[in-house]
């Protein structure tokens, strides 16, 4: 069964930090790139960050660059959004995503809720 499991998620002031990771099970993760996306209230799902592999070479959101990082870990078969300097504006529900050749071929997590709040 294809699975993939967020974790990490929670409440956090604003300038903090957090590190979510993405748990893997049931196909080759090596041959997917991993994305992450986002979800707020009264907005459409965005793509924040996504890795591909084996290279591993990275592209972000303008509005997260430079405070995010993809990163994964084939052998694994995890994948870990790191957020430091969180701003009120990047509270949504965060989705891992893996996608394979061809774009009919994709798995989603079932998300986790980061807040950051004072």
């Known amino acids: 069964q294809v699975q993939l499991v967020e974790s990490g998620g929670g409440l956090v002031q604003p300038g903090g930090s957090l590190r979510l990771s993405c748990t893997a099970s049931?196909?080759?993760?090596?041959?997917?790139?991993m994305r992450w996306y986002r979800q707020a209230p009264g907005k459409e799902r965005e793509l924040v960050a996504a890795?591909?592999?084996?290279?591993?070479?990275?592209n972000y959101a303008d509005s997260v660059k430079g405070r995010f990082t993809i990163s994964r870990d084939n052998a694994k078969s995890m994948a870990y959004l790191q957020m430091n300097s969180l701003k009120p504006e990047d509270t949504a529900v965060y989705y891992c995503n893996a996608v394979g050749r061809s774009v009919l071929l994709a798995y989603w997590g079932q998300g986790t809720q980061v807040t950051v709040s004072s």
């Open positions: 890795i591909t592999s084996p290279l591993g070479s990275t």
């Open positions: 049931g196909f080759t993760f090596s041959n997917y790139a």
